[in-house]
């Protein structure tokens, strides 16, 4: 098991920056694909960005120019720095790891998933 524990969300204005963690404990292996997806009010959940290690990252077109998805090098650790902020990014955002080969990267099953972050932008 691998457990994931998020950290870092909060409220800021519009055009702000946030930074999301996320770690990860348990039995996490090296390439163990790591990420952020997020679920708005009322809107079906997200993927957000997700990298396979070593360096291969992936964003969502919404917020691609404005989060900077990032990992440490024991590869246990994921950060999600979040700028210019809008109120569309507002929700509840979910580290996920631990990608099953089934689809493009935003599909593709997680096992693992966190209590989640909430980030509310106002404007």
């Known amino acids: 098991q691998v457990q994931l524990v998020e950290s870092g969300g909060g409220s800021v204005q519009a055009g702000g920056s946030l930074r999301l963690s996320c770690a990860a404990s348990g039995r996490t292996y090296p390439n163990m694909c790591m990420g952020w997806f997020r679920r708005a009010p009322g809107l079906e959940r997200e993927a957000v960005a997700t990298?396979?290690?070593?360096?291969?990252?992936y964003y969502s077109d919404s917020v691609k120019e404005r989060f900077t998805l990032s990992q440490d090098n024991a590869k246990t650790m994921v950060y999600l720095q979040m700028e210019n902020l809008k109120p569309e990014d507002t929700g509840m955002y979910y580290c996920?790891?631990?990608?099953?080969?089934?689809?493009?990267?935003?599909?593709?099953?997680?096992?693992?998933w966190g209590q989640g972050t909430q980030v509310t932008i106002s404007s």
């Open positions: 996920a790891a631990d990608c099953r080969a089934d689809g493009p990267w935003y599909q593709q099953t997680r096992r693992y």
């Open positions: 990298i396979y290690p070593p360096s291969d990252t």
